[in-house]
């Protein structure tokens, strides 16, 4: 089996692109064409200058605040394969974890704020002991995605 969140991350981006055009467009016909008169429904020109900015700042970090990442997965052939990076304004670092089935130990859940950050662990065992990897973020997954990651990996933790 082989996923990705892509749509998941496209629309993120596509979301943050179109909230950066509202709030460039508002400040230019607010400051410098001066096409909007105010006041505006009550509301003069630094108040809706710093409730646009503080949704543009909400839509903007709530995505690094979840730790949302690009997620690839992969069982498909010997190895289990992930292949992730951070999906912020700035992406991250692209990093790949490959470990054989054979070798898989198990992985490890955790949540935070709520159950909106969750990240999986996983452990490969090796002569010397269980090696454990950094956490994938898999808070940008959606139920069906983390349903079907979960079911797979149970398959191959269990053949020990």
């Excluded at 089935?101 to 198990?106: L, V």
Aim: charged share 20%; hydrophobic share 50%.
């Amino acid at each position: 089996m082989t996923f990705d969140n892509s749509r998941t991350i496209t629309s993120f981006r596509i979301k943050l692109f179109g909230a950066t055009i509202v709030f460039l467009a508002y400040i230019a016909m607010a400051y410098v064409i001066k096409m909007i008169k105010f006041p505006l429904l009550g509301l003069n020109d630094t108040v809706w200058t710093v409730i646009l900015a503080g949704i543009y700042l909400f839509i903007t970090i709530l995505p690094l605040a979840l730790n949302y990442q690009f997620v690839f997965f992969s069982d498909d052939t010997e190895k289990i394969v992930f292949r992730y990076f951070n999906a912020g304004i700035v992406g991250g670092r692209k990093n790949s974890l490959e470990i054989d089935k054979r070798t898989f130990s198990g992985y490890k859940i955790e949540s935070r704020l709520f159950g909106l950050v969750q990240s999986i662990t996983l452990f490969q065992k090796f002569r010397e002991g269980v090696a454990k990897y950094p956490p994938v973020y898999i808070s940008a997954l959606s139920k069906a995605e983390r349903s079907k990651l979960i079911k797979a990996l149970n398959l191959y933790a269990s053949q020990e």
